[in-house]
């Protein structure tokens, strides 16, 4: 996930009694709340204050009722589930789309844990992890009654195969069940039925069963994703069911006025047995769009909205005035997103191929003004020694290849000197850094760098473009190169909370591509590869995560990457909201399906 898009929980042993679920239910009490208050490991915080969300869950209740109100600057990329790449909205699309499988209800790390959701249970693994099955749980329904098939769920898989007409999304389901990417997807689909895709069987209404082309450890994650969302045929739209998506949880779309307002309203056929995940409890949820983020901020410390649905943190100015003032301050949390921002050094661009002139880079740069110009350590983030955000299993907080922590930030000016030396530039050189003009923490965080380089004599010129062209400038391998970027400023966080959801697009060389490239570095190295290919099919996330482990050793030892921080943002947790707590399964917000009001 780059910066446009998007941890590990322990579970609570879920109801596995019809009669406890109906006694519960007959007390008034939702089931998924129940499950959610079950586990010993849950941690409730007293009352609200500063930073309560990531401790623990603020405002717990169960009370049902209200209208939940999202403030938002930035329009979804897309409201349909197989389209999205947001991860907001990855977040919020839970409440009109479930999944085989999701992340616990749990704070922090703890939720990034897989559970069931439209399945009974987790998969049935077989045939030395290569084939998935699961049987749906009794009771799912879509907004109309009508029950959830297995069909449904394999139909709303196969349209991520219609690039054509659905743009946008992730491919990773495609790349472990399609990987010669023969199928082109339900609507040039030959099989009446337009369920044509051979990897997916569906023997029944409630059993569907994955034939993966290689083992993958990290299969059923790629399953929690909104692209997994199961999409009735008959009322599929295509390309503009974005407007209106059909609903299988608990809320439906009542009306919606792109970039104005999008009212969701209880959809009157959810099951409430059935789902173990969403407790459901306000009455209606609102999303205004508002053009002006401090105008939005001004709306959310004055309590007109409850929460940014973007959950982008304040601006500066509205983080003063709260932090100025000890009631709004109480309403502060200061989550990590799983994001890191840092510079990529690719190797197609003189004199940025020699490693020692990348040490250089990296050496002189001083990481402790690297984090001021990105906000300080509250609004900005922790200094990143090297590339695995803590978050992912596998990153060892220990680790300091370039003494980014041992020396508190500060550069090592005579060390880069020598590795000026050493890569035939004792007197310096010229590159360009690329900035994203539309990031102004960015655009400051490159000013700060040119600064400090040129007390090595490393001269730099900044360009700035416009964030909109990314995909054509700086993820096109012949641009970069063409353009003369030999440093190139971005941040990235996981589409699934682990080294392949990680680490894989930026390092695995057999994912440099043409356009759409992550691998700005362009690393290639043979033994990395062949890492990545022992950690994905390893089903043990423990034993994952050593080699992923390894593989960020390697990844440093390159010198291709100047990390900067592990990204942090003050987020309002607006007074009326309950059940308040931030996820690393959605980078650090706010898991928006728990939440009631007051």
Not at 33 to 54: C, F, I, K, V
Not at 267 to 287: C, F, G, Q, T, Y
Not at 384 to 402: K, N, V
Request: hydrophobic share 35%; glycine share 8%.
């Amino acid at each position: 996930m780059r910066h446009r898009r998007r941890g590990k929980r322990g579970f609570p042993r879920a109801l596995t009694s019809g009669l406890a679920a109906v006694s519960l239910l007959a007390a008034g009490v939702p089931i998924a709340l129940n499950w959610l208050h079950e586990s010993s490991q849950r941690t409730a915080a007293s009352g609200a204050g500063y930073n309560a969300a990531t401790e623990g869950v603020v405002n717990e209740s169960t009370t049902k009722g209200g209208t939940l109100r999202f403030g938002a600057t930035q329009e979804a990329d897309s409201w349909d589930p197989q389209r999205s790449y947001y991860g907001f909205v990855w977040n919020f699309a839970r409440y009109y789309t479930r999944q085989l499988v999701t992340f616990a209800p749990q704070p922090g790390r703890k939720g990034t844990t897989l559970v069931p959701d439209l399945a009974a249970g987790l998969a049935k693994v077989s045939d030395g992890g290569r084939t998935y099955t699961y049987v749906l749980r009794d009771g799912i329904t879509w907004e109309d009654g009508s029950p959830i098939t297995s069909q449904d769920i394999k139909y709303g898989i196969e349209r991520s195969w219609a690039s054509d007409v659905l743009s946008g999304g992730p491919a990773h389901l495609q790349a472990v069940l399609d990987p010669k990417k023969t199928y082109e997807g339900p609507y040039k689909d030959e099989d009446p039925r337009k369920l044509g895709l051979g990897a997916i069987e569906t023997p029944d209404s409630k059993t569907i069963v994955f034939h993966l082309s290689e083992p993958n450890g990290d299969f059923e994650k790629m399953l929690a994703l909104p692209v997994a969302s199961p999409v009735k045929r008959e009322r599929d739209t295509g390309s503009v069911y974005e407007l209106r998506p059909f609903s299988s949880g608990p809320y439906k779309f009542a009306s919606y006025d792109p970039h104005r307002k999008l009212v969701l309203v209880r959809n009157e056929h959810w099951n409430e047995e059935s789902d173990r995940i969403r407790p459901a409890l306000p009455d209606r949820i609102e999303v205004t769009f508002v053009a002006d983020a401090n105008d939005m901020d001004k709306r959310l410390l004055s309590g007109e909205f409850d929460l940014d649905l973007n959950g982008t943190g304040l601006s500066q100015a509205a983080i003063s005035k709260a932090q100025g003032n000890a009631d709004l301050r109480s309403h502060l949390d200061n989550p990590s997103t799983g994001f890191i921002r840092y510079a990529a050094f690719p190797q197609s661009v003189q004199p940025m191929n020699n490693i020692h002139c990348r040490k250089a880079v990296i050496l002189a740069a001083d990481n402790k003004a690297l984090q001021t110009a990105r906000g300080g350590p509250v609004s900005g983030g922790d200094i990143a020694p090297h590339m695995l955000p803590p978050s992912i299993t596998g990153s060892d907080p220990t680790y300091d290849p370039y003494g980014a922590l041992d020396k508190n930030g500060k550069p090592n000016l005579e060390e880069a000197r020598k590795e000026l030396q050493a890569c035939g530039k004792p007197n310096g050189f010229s590159t360009t850094i690329a900035v994203r003009k539309n990031v102004p923490a960015e655009v400051d965080t490159a000013v700060a760098l040119q600064k400090q380089l040129k007390k090595v004599n490393i001269n730099t010129t900044i360009e700035q473009i416009d964030g909109a062209a990314t995909f054509d400038v700086i993820e096109s391998p012949k641009a970069v190169k063409d353009r003369g970027y030999g440093i190139i400023l971005m941040g990235f966080a996981a589409d699934f909370p682990t080294g392949q959801g990680f680490l894989r697009p930026l390092v695995d060389g057999r994912f440099i591509l043409k356009e759409g490239n992550n691998n700005y570095t362009e690393l290639d190295d043979p033994e990395i590869n062949a890492l990545f290919d022992d950690a994905i099919a390893e089903r043990d996330p423990v034993k994952a995560g050593s080699i992923y482990q390894q593989i960020n050793r390697k990844v440093s030892e390159h010198a291709v990457y100047l990390p900067f921080t592990y990204e942090k943002i003050l987020m309002w947790r607006g007074p009326r909201v309950t059940n308040a707590y931030t996820a690393d399964a959605y980078y650090g917000r706010y898991d928006y399906v728990s939440l009631g009001v007051k």
